[in-house]
C-alpha cells in the first residue's frame, strides 16, 4: 500500500472527521437477549437427575440422545460430560466453603517451625573417588605434560 505524501484534499478531510465522529458515536452493543437458558445452564439445573441416571448405567450417548429426544437439545456426549462435571465442580465448591469464614488476610500467619534436623555439609572426596562415583577419568598433571610433550 503506498502513502502519498500529498495533502489531503478538503473533501477527504471532511469525510475522514465524519467517519471517525460516526464511529465515537456508535452505541454500546448489548448482548442478544437471552429468553431461554444456555444448555450449560440447563445441564447444571438437571446435573442431579443427570447424575442419577449416568449412576444407574446410562452412558453418556444415551443421555445425550435422550435429552435431544425428551427435551428437543442437541448435544453431544463428550459436550454433556464436560457440562456435567462443570456442573458438579460447581456445586461442590459451593458446598465445601465454609459460610462464616474470615478472609486469608484476616488470619494471622503460620509460625514456621524450625528444621530438627542439622543440615551437613558433603563429605570432600578424593578425586580419584569422585571420578568413581562419576565415571570419569582422572588426569594428573604428569598425563597433562605426557599429552603435550609432543607438541614442543
Given amino acids: 500500500m503506498a502513502i502519498h505524501s500529498q495533502p489531503a484534499s478538503d473533501d477527504e478531510e471532511n469525510r475522514q472527521e465524519a467517519f471517525l465522529r460516526k464511529l465515537a458515536d456508535l452505541p454500546p452493543k448489548t448482548r442478544r437477549n437471552r429468553t431461554r437458558a444456555t444448555h450449560m445452564e440447563l445441564i447444571a439445573t438437571w446435573y442431579p437427575h443427570l447424575k442419577s441416571a449416568h449412576d444407574k448405567g446410562y452412558t453418556y450417548d444415551e443421555l445425550a440422545g435422550f435429552i435431544a429426544s425428551e427435551a428437543g437439545i442437541s448435544i453431544t456426549a463428550g459436550t454433556l460430560r464436560k457440562y456435567m462435571a462443570k456442573a458438579k465442580k460447581e456445586q461442590g465448591t459451593a ?15 503460620i509460625p514456621q517451625k524450625p528444621n530438627p534436623i542439622p543440615q551437613k555439609s558433603s563429605p570432600k572426596l578424593s578425586p580419584d573417588r569422585q571420578a568413581r562415583l562419576t565415571n570419569r577419568k582422572t588426569i594428573s598433571d604428569d598425563d597433562i605434560e605426557s599429552q603435550f610433550s609432543n607438541l614442543s
Wanted: glycine residues 0%; aromatic residues 0%; hydrophobic residues 25%.
Fill in 95 to 109: 458446598s465445601a466453603k465454609p459460610v462464616n469464614s474470615p478472609p486469608r488476610s484476616a488470619l494471622p500467619p
